[in-house]
């Protein structure tokens, strides 16, 4: 175990050419500075950078993260879609509250958000289904994720079943697929420094706008 600790002290932190991020520039709105964020990202080279990590909890306080994809954020929120059997829909049934985390590692960027969480109307379910991959519209229509699974043969029979049910009726969908939108009633963005003068600019919901405001590393 000594090595390991010695080894995770070693790896380097905030390596590159970071972004520059003055929070005196930054506009109003939240969706406006994470697009900006997001868009960054991209021309950077950044991976997925529209995977996040969603955190939610049980109807017992228990925790859970996992990382999925953004699907949209706007005025309404920040959007993901799950199916509502899952373990996570469960965790938004039992509590409907959530963070989502994006961290951008090559930029040493950071932003959170969290606030209460609903799903939208079935047609935008719908829609959001019929837009995923066919191997994921296949996988999701068996509605098993996280159940006990005894190899990986069972796994292939039943989506190659589930493939062909949707080579035969191409319009299914999952009844239990849903969108989620989250409404925040807090994000943060985070700059990482190498001296570790990090900077923290936190959005906060007030009754004509959004308040910003400065935070300690």
Known sequence: MGELRQLLR???VFAGELPDFDPVLTPDDPVELFTQWLHHALRSGVREPHATTLATVDAEGRPAARVLILKDVGDRGWQFAS???SPKGRDLTARPYAA???YWAPLARQVRVRGPVAPEPPEA???DFLARGTGARAESLLGRQSQPLADLDERDTAVAASLARLEREPEL???TWTLYTLR???VEFWQGDRQRRHLRL???PTADGWHKQLLWP
């Open 10 to 12: 070693e790896i380097e």
């Open 83 to 85: 199916d509502a059997a």
């Open 100 to 102: 989502l985390t994006f």
């Open 125 to 127: 379910c719908t829609a």
């Open 173 to 175: 969908v999952s009844p």
């Open 184 to 186: 925040p009633d807090s």
């Open 202 to 204: 936190a959005y906060r």
